[in-house]
C-alpha cells in the first residue's frame, strides 16, 4: 500500500510541474537568446500583460522602457529603448527570451532576469534590496512571461 502510495503522489508532484510549465532552469535558449516554444503551453492574456507590465511589485516594465500606449500610468523610464511597435519587429520567441533573460541576447544589460533562479553572484531578495535567503523564485511566474509577450505583441505603430 505505502508503494502505490508513493507512486501516486510521485505521479502528482510530476502532473503538478508540468502544469505550471517550463522551469526557469530548464528553458532552452537558441544562440541569439529566442525561447521558441511557450513556456507553458498555454497563450498569454495580455490584459494580465499590461497590468504586469505597470506594476511595481510584478514587471515594473515602464520604470526603464517608454510605451505610449501607457501613458496614463506615471514615471516612464529612458534607461531601456522605446517599446512603442515592438510587437511589429520582434517575434514571440524573441520577446520571451528577452523577457526571461535578457542576458542571453544583450550581454551586460542591467535589464533584470524575470525567470532565472540560479547562476547570479550575490543575488537580492526580489525588489527588497536585502541579500536573498535560501532558494530563489523567479520574479515573473512561466504564465506572466507569457501574459507580458501576449501584450507587447499588440504593441504595433
Known amino acids: ?10 505521479i502528482a ?31 498569454g492574456d495580455a490584459a494580465a500583460g499590461l497590468e504586469i507590465m505597470v506594476s511595481r511589485g510584478k514587471g515594473n516594465c515602464i520604470a526603464c522602457h517608454q510605451v505610449t500606449a501607457l501613458e496614463e500610468y506615471p514615471f516612464h523610464g529612458e534607461v531601456g529603448p522605446t517599446l512603442d511597435g515592438v510587437g511589429e519587429y520582434r517575434t514571440a520567441a524573441e520577446l520571451r527570451g528577452i523577457i526571461a533573460n535578457a542576458k542571453m541576447t544583450y550581454d551586460g544589460t542591467i535589464m533584470p532576469a524575470f525567470y532565472r533562479t540560479s547562476g547570479f553572484i550575490r543575488p537580492g531578495n526580489a525588489y527588497t534590496g536585502k541579500a536573498a535567503e535560501g532558494e530563489l523564485s523567479p520574479l515573473l511566474t512561466a504564465q506572466e512571461i507569457e501574459d507580458v509577450v501576449a501584450y507587447l505583441q499588440t504593441l504595433k505603430d
Open 1 to 10: 500500500m505505502k508503494k502505490i502510495l508513493s507512486a501516486g503522489i510521485a
Open 13 to 43: 508532484i510530476a502532473t503538478v510541474g508540468f502544469a505550471e510549465g517550463v522551469t526557469p532552469d530548464d528553458v532552452i535558449y537558441s544562440e541569439y537568446g529566442e525561447v521558441e516554444a511557450s513556456l507553458t503551453g498555454q497563450p
